[in-house]
């Protein structure tokens, strides 16, 4: 079975790489390492078992072809991606009840009001916000 980094293409790498570049060097002082955050993330959005896989380096599978257990790498690049790709949706989650919210309540607020909050739903959903 391959990799999680083995299925993306060289771009999606090189945007990981990044993501994970980003991570390790925050932008404000924290007081957690960021390796720590990264790994507390992971158990907020993947639950207790993700922590102990990272602590491991890796997850127990089985081959699907030869019903062997094998053991798939799990670094710091997957975890980061896997962190970004459950804030967009949790992101995603948050603006369509957002975009609801906003279609319920062009009832009671004038049309301007509703147009420029879709507006701004619209730029998070695109990621410009």
Same mark, same amino acid.
């Given at each position: 079975?391959?990799?999680?980094s083995?299925?993306?293409s060289e771009s999606?790498?090189?945007?990981?790489?990044a993501w994970?570049?980003?991570a390790l060097n925050p932008e404000h002082e924290t007081d957690i390492p960021p390796e720590l955050y990264q790994m507390a993330l992971h158990g907020y959005y993947f639950g207790f078992e993700a922590i102990e896989a990272i602590f491991r380096g890796y997850i127990d599978s089985v081959d699907q072809r030869t019903g062997n257990p094998i053991r798939i790498p799990y670094d710091l690049?997957?975890?980061?991606?896997?962190n #970004? /790709?459950?804030?967009k949706v949790a992101y995603r989650q948050?603006?369509?009840?957002?975009?609801? #919210? /906003?279609s319920?309540?062009?009832s009671s607020h004038d049309r301007e009001w509703a147009r420029n909050t879709l507006a701004r739903t619209n730029k998070m959903r695109e990621g410009k916000i």
């Open positions: 079975m391959p990799r999680l083995e299925l993306l999606d790498r090189e945007k990981s790489r994970v570049e980003k690049e997957t975890v980061v991606a896997l #970004q /790709a459950a804030r948050i603006i369509d009840a957002g975009d609801i #919210q /906003a319920a309540n062009i």
